[in-house]
């Protein structure tokens, strides 16, 4: 196993009481496999990214663990974690146009990189630049262009060079096709399989996505997040065939390729959540016992499991 | 209802030398009452400067908009002041949309203040009256944009545009900042809304599958023109045109088995050295996998290729019919 995560907590503290964007997350991830992160907007998706990569503000309160390769990331000094981060798990980050630093080409912030982590000369991390880029479909003449003069296609492929400056074995992807036209959007997916699943051995990844369709195409296995907690997860396969949450099974029929059935009501706050199941005030089969006792995740088939009563 | 005759777009920039960008080149619908028109295509082909010149945030530089037989380009400014409530705009980023300052409360009476339809007590009232129609709560109204999330926000954003009893409501990508079950919610309503109010609707997208459900027609546009344009059933039934063919294969859907499959690759990459509007001949040449002689010499015309159905391309005849079934997986190419 590459990662194991074990009771993930994040709380931040707010003037309203603790924001609980990851309650009690458990999650694996195998060498070589792409796990899927599904979920709406505020369901704690980034966040859990962003712990397990130690980039979150002072301000959160982490508890549980994380361990990649056996080793506990949330117990490692500052100094170790440096070492992780980059070579060992790099993420790329969402929205590229305000993650990359304007002032700077893209080559210098690839080579940046390089520098700092793997310690290569001026000459040989410019080089190694070019060759990234080129990885990344980006002609390497471009090297000298800034953020603002490339396409969001462009600037989001720059963002993936970055993340593999170092040759992660495991890169984690926070929306990457969050905001690009349709024909863009298929091309990172394609570029994300080749980088992944097209180098030997295969990198591992963790796909955050809100959507479905981008899931299906790239992930072998699939985590439903809802208000901070997993409700569902298995085979990306099994879980399109056979969704047995409610809320899983709601946001397929909402993707326009399913008829873009509306699920009623909001997702709810992170600081005031629903006692009971938090999903039970928008969900159909909602029961008395919904309102009142949390659903622990069942094991409904081989690698398949279910955080709800009636699944 | 809506009829857009040959308009044009041409921004220029500079002040030692002029350039200037054709944006729009000849766009021509037209769209029946109570009626939605897809108008589809990538960000940068134009689709959301025709959206803008409609409800005349932009002039156009040539042709004609029609909105009940009257013609908007020539109207002088206090008609057109008169006309403006019938003529809404929704933008795309609902966050933008509102002053951060204001309560909704008070971004919402500002169309009953502004067009002098309501007074004190009865603002009050309708304001109340919308934030329901669109499925929000009354305590909404006390709370600032950023309380609201991007779902929310749009849907205020609708009732904002509800307020005045439209006759057409420009939609510019409602709902492509918002995540895909919000999306649903969203659109759901404008539906609804559309069948009881009767509005006439431009849905503008960048996501073929989307505007499938919103529309009874839709137009492809592609670098400032429609390049094919037909009833929605007709342009999913036989898409024509290779673009409007990679935006189909583009459709990734949420099926793990089809998700594999994809074959937008076909789909060659835009060249920035190829000049376009020096080489002339049609627009889509450098990306387009069946380009041939004439395509680089003549701009093919925008043809009527079956009953009510037009495609711009000289090969459409020579390519090889296609199907895109309901659920959106396309084999083509």
Same mark, same amino acid.
């Given at each position: 196993?590459?990662?194991?995560?074990?009771?993930?907590?994040?709380?931040?503290?707010?003037? /309203?009481?603790?924001?609980?964007?990851?309650?009690?997350?458990?999650?694996?991830?195998?060498?070589?496999?792409?796990? &899927?992160?599904?979920?709406?907007?505020?369901?704690?998706?980034?966040?859990?990214?962003?712990?397990?990569?130690?980039?979150?503000?002072?301000?959160?309160?982490?508890?549980?663990?994380?361990?990649?390769?056996?080793?506990?990331?949330?117990?490692?000094?500052?100094?170790?974690?440096?070492?992780?981060?980059?070579?060992?798990?790099?993420?790329?980050?969402?929205?590229?146009?305000?993650?990359?630093?304007?002032?700077?080409?893209?080559?210098?912030?690839?080579?940046?990189?390089?520098?700092?982590?793997?310690?290569?000369?001026?000459?040989?991390?410019?080089?190694?630049? &070019?060759?990234?880029?080129?990885?990344?479909?980006?002609?390497?003449?471009?090297?000298?262009?800034?953020?603002?003069?490339?396409?969001?296609?462009?600037?989001?492929?720059?963002?993936?060079?970055?993340?593999?400056?170092?040759?992660?074995?495991?890169?984690?992807?926070?929306?990457?096709?969050?905001?690009? /036209?349709?024909?863009?959007?298929?091309?990172?997916?394609?570029?994300?399989?080749?980088?992944?699943?097209?180098?030997?051995?295969?990198?591992?990844?963790?796909?955050?996505?809100?959507?479905? &369709?981008?899931?299906?195409?790239?992930?072998?296995?699939?985590?439903?997040?809802?208000?901070?907690?997993?409700?569902?997860?298995?085979?990306?396969?099994?879980?399109?065939?056979?969704?047995?949450?409610?809320?899983?099974?709601?946001?397929?029929?909402?993707?326009?390729?399913?008829?873009?059935?509306?699920?009623?009501?909001?997702?709810?706050?992170?600081?005031?959540?629903?006692?009971?199941?938090?999903?039970?005030?928008?969900?159909?089969?909602?029961?008395?016992?919904?309102?009142?006792?949390?659903?622990?995740?069942?094991?409904?088939?081989?690698?398949?499991?279910?955080?709800?009563?009636?699944? | 209802?809506?009829?857009?005759?040959?308009?044009?777009?041409?921004?220029?920039? $500079?002040?030692?030398?002029?350039?200037?960008?054709?944006?729009?080149?000849?766009?021509?619908?037209?769209?029946?009452?109570?009626?939605?028109?897809?108008?589809?295509? +990538?960000? @940068?082909?134009?689709?959301?400067?025709?959206?803008?010149?409609?409800?005349?945030?932009? +002039?156009?530089?040539?042709?004609?908009?029609?909105?009940? $037989?009257?013609?908007?380009?020539?109207?002088?400014?206090?008609?057109?002041?008169?006309?403006?409530?019938?003529?809404?705009?929704?933008?795309?980023?609902?966050?933008?949309?509102?002053?951060?300052?204001?309560?909704?409360?008070?971004?919402? @009476?500002?169309?009953?203040?502004?067009?002098?339809?309501?007074?004190?007590?009865?603002?009050?009232?309708?304001?109340?009256?919308?934030?329901?129609?669109?499925?929000?709560?009354?305590?909404?109204?006390?709370?600032?944009?950023?309380?609201?999330?991007?779902?929310?926000?749009?849907?205020?954003?609708?009732?904002?545009?509800?307020?005045?009893?439209?006759?057409?409501?420009?939609?510019?990508?409602?709902?492509?900042?918002?995540?895909?079950?919000?999306?649903?919610?969203?659109?759901?309503?404008?539906?609804?809304?559309?069948?009881?109010?009767?509005?006439?609707?431009?849905?503008?997208?960048?996501?073929?599958?989307?505007?499938?459900?919103?529309?009874?027609?839709?137009?492809?546009?592609?670098?400032?023109?429609?390049?094919?344009?037909?009833?929605?059933?007709?342009?999913?039934?036989?898409?024509?045109?290779?673009?409007?063919?990679?935006?189909?294969?583009?459709?990734?859907?949420?099926?793990?088995?089809? $998700?594999?499959?994809?074959?937008?690759?076909?789909?060659?990459?835009?060249?920035?050295?190829?000049?376009?509007?020096?080489?002339? @001949?049609?627009?889509?040449?450098?990306?387009?996998?069946?380009?041939?002689?004439?395509?680089?010499?003549?701009?093919?015309?925008?043809?009527?290729?079956?009953?009510?159905?037009?495609?711009?391309?000289?090969?459409?005849?020579?390519?090889?019919?296609?199907?895109?079934?309901?659920?959106?997986?396309?084999?083509?190419?």
């Amino acid at each position: 196993m590459l990662l194991k995560i074990t009771s993930l907590r994040v709380y931040f503290k707010s003037a /309203d009481g603790f924001v609980k964007a990851a309650d009690g997350v458990d999650l694996e991830l195998y060498p070589g496999e792409i796990l &899927g992160l599904v979920g709406e907007t505020g369901s704690g998706k980034t966040v859990l990214g962003l712990a397990i990569t130690r980039l979150l503000p002072k301000t959160a309160a982490v508890s549980g663990e994380v361990l990649y390769r056996g080793q506990n990331l949330l117990a490692l000094p500052e100094e170790e974690m440096r070492k992780v981060r980059g070579r060992q798990v790099s993420m790329i980050f969402q929205n590229p146009l305000s993650s990359l630093n304007p002032a700077l080409s893209i080559g210098e912030q690839i080579a940046e990189v390089l520098r700092e982590h793997q310690g290569l000369k001026r000459k040989a991390a410019w080089q190694r630049a &070019g060759e990234l880029l080129e990885l990344t479909g980006i002609p390497a003449k471009w090297i000298r262009s800034y953020p603002h003069e490339l396409s969001g296609g462009m600037r989001q492929r720059a963002m993936i060079a970055i993340g593999l400056a170092c040759a992660p074995s495991l890169l984690i992807a926070d929306e990457p096709t969050r905001g690009l /036209d349709v024909t863009i959007q298929v091309q990172i997916v394609e570029l994300l399989h080749a980088v992944t699943k097209g180098v030997s051995p295969p990198r591992s990844m963790l796909l955050i996505t809100h959507d479905l &369709g981008v899931a299906a195409a790239l992930t072998d296995r699939l985590a439903v997040m809802y208000a901070g907690k997993i409700v569902e997860y298995g085979r990306t396969a099994e879980v399109f065939r056979n969704p047995r949450h409610p809320y899983t099974r709601a946001l397929l029929d909402s993707h326009p390729s399913n008829g873009l059935i509306a699920t009623r009501g909001f997702s709810p706050s992170l600081i005031n959540l629903p006692p009971g199941c938090s999903f039970h005030p928008r969900c159909k089969k909602a029961r008395k016992k919904c309102a009142h006792e949390p659903p622990l995740v069942q094991r409904i088939g081989m690698d398949h499991g279910v955080r709800c009563f009636y699944a | 209802m809506l009829e857009v005759v040959g308009i044009e777009k041409v921004f220029t920039s $500079g002040i030692f030398r002029r350039r200037s960008i054709e944006v729009v080149r000849g766009v021509s619908f037209r769209v029946n009452k109570g009626q939605t028109l897809g108008l589809v295509g +990538e960000s @940068g082909c134009g689709k959301t400067t025709v959206g803008k010149m409609i409800v005349r945030l932009i +002039e156009p530089t040539a042709g004609r908009i029609l909105f009940n $037989g009257i013609e908007l380009t020539r109207l002088d400014p206090r008609k057109l002041r008169k006309l403006r409530p019938k003529i809404q705009i929704i933008f795309q980023d609902p966050d933008m949309a509102f002053n951060p300052r204001w309560k909704i409360r008070d971004s919402l @009476g500002e169309p009953f203040k502004l067009n002098r339809l309501a007074r004190g007590r009865e603002i009050i009232d309708r304001v109340l009256e919308l934030i329901e129609t669109v499925g929000l709560h009354p305590e909404h109204l006390n709370r600032y944009p950023f309380e609201l999330s991007g779902g929310q926000l749009q849907r205020v954003a609708l009732a904002r545009v509800l307020a005045l009893q439209p006759e057409l409501i420009v939609a510019d990508e409602p709902t492509s900042s918002l995540d895909v079950s919000v999306q649903a919610q969203v659109l759901t309503l404008l539906k609804e809304l559309q069948r009881r109010f009767q509005f006439t609707c431009v849905f503008i997208s960048h996501d073929l599958n989307v505007a499938r459900w919103m529309s009874d027609r839709i137009a492809v546009m592609y670098r400032g023109k429609i390049v094919e344009e037909g009833k929605t059933e007709s342009i999913f039934g036989s898409p024509r045109h290779p673009y409007t063919r990679a935006l189909l294969g583009a459709i990734l859907v949420p099926d793990p088995e089809a $998700g594999r499959t994809w074959r937008v690759a076909s789909l060659n990459h835009v060249s920035p050295e190829v000049n376009l509007e020096k080489a002339g @001949g049609c627009s889509f040449q450098d990306r387009c996998p069946h380009a041939e002689k004439i395509c680089r010499e003549k701009e093919p015309p925008l043809a009527v290729s079956a009953p009510d159905h037009r495609v711009a391309c000289h090969r459409f005849k020579d390519l090889v019919p296609v199907q895109a079934n309901v659920t959106g997986k396309v084999c083509f190419l």
